[in-house]
């Protein structure tokens, strides 16, 4: 059996040819199995090339946001606003643990930076760090002595901390599949879940799109969102 976890992640990331290769090597009536929460036409078609005559298992759309998440958003308006508006909802982060999503690992290291001279206890991780120091964040992180992390989408799969009930979307995500996998990791284990997603003017008609694609809504978010939690 050749089993392929987080199958359109690691066919979209250029590995493709590697996974190839290993597969040549396997007898032909192995049994072939790919798992993933999205599967983007694209990767499906990819698939051609590993697959004969395959089964498909497909979960509609609209069952896949978690219904024990609740998903809001804020309407920042200015990049450069979302920061303090951060800032504000500190004290609702860490009634539990969070995770904090932003697009790129340089945004990650500033985000830790501005939050830690303003005395907020937060740390970070991305694929710049080395294994050992990420597995050393990840672990505290799992532990509770870290409450929130500042992370890129390296973060978005295949993560289980059962504590995480909140997900800050500080940046959109670049792409759809990514929105379910980075809200999904808060609400794990039948746990109630919250979502927050920040967004700037430009955002606005790409989170409507999200709701569309997703058959969900995405409310803006109240004033006792802490009680969600």
Not at 54 to 61: G, S, T
Not at 140 to 167: H, K, N, P, W, Y
Not at 191 to 220: C, P
Request: one cysteine or more; hydrophobic letters at 40%; aromatic letters at 10%.
């Amino acid at each position: 059996q050749f089993f392929l976890d987080e199958a359109d992640e690691m066919l979209s990331r250029g590995f493709k040819d590697q996974i190839y290769d290993i597969f040549k090597f396997l007898p032909e009536s192995v049994q072939v199995c790919l798992f993933s929460a999205t599967m983007p036409l694209d990767v499906l078609e990819v698939t051609d090339k590993f697959m004969r005559e395959p089964v498909r298992i497909l979960v509609k759309k609209d069952e896949l946001t978690l219904e024990g998440i609740k998903q809001f958003y804020i309407a920042v308006d200015r990049e450069e606003w979302k920061l303090e508006t951060l800032c504000d909802l500190y004290e609702t982060l860490t009634i539990t643990q969070a995770i904090i999503y932003c697009n790129t690992r340089r945004k990650v290291d500033w985000l830790q930076e501005e939050m830690q001279k303003r005395d907020f206890t937060v740390s970070c991780m991305h694929g710049d760090m080395d294994q050992k120091e990420r597995d050393i964040i990840m672990r505290e992180f799992r532990t509770g002595s870290s409450r929130v992390l500042i992370t890129t989408d390296l973060l978005a799969r295949g993560i289980d901390v059962q504590q995480v009930s909140l997900v800050i979307n500080f940046d959109l995500p670049t792409n759809r599949e990514n929105y379910i996998h980075r809200i999904g990791r808060s609400g794990r284990f039948g746990r109630k879940g919250v979502a927050i997603n920040f967004l700037t003017e430009g955002d606005v008609r790409y989170l409507r799109d999200i709701e569309q694609f997703y058959t969900t809504e995405i409310s803006e978010m109240p004033m006792d969102v802490a009680d969600l939690i």
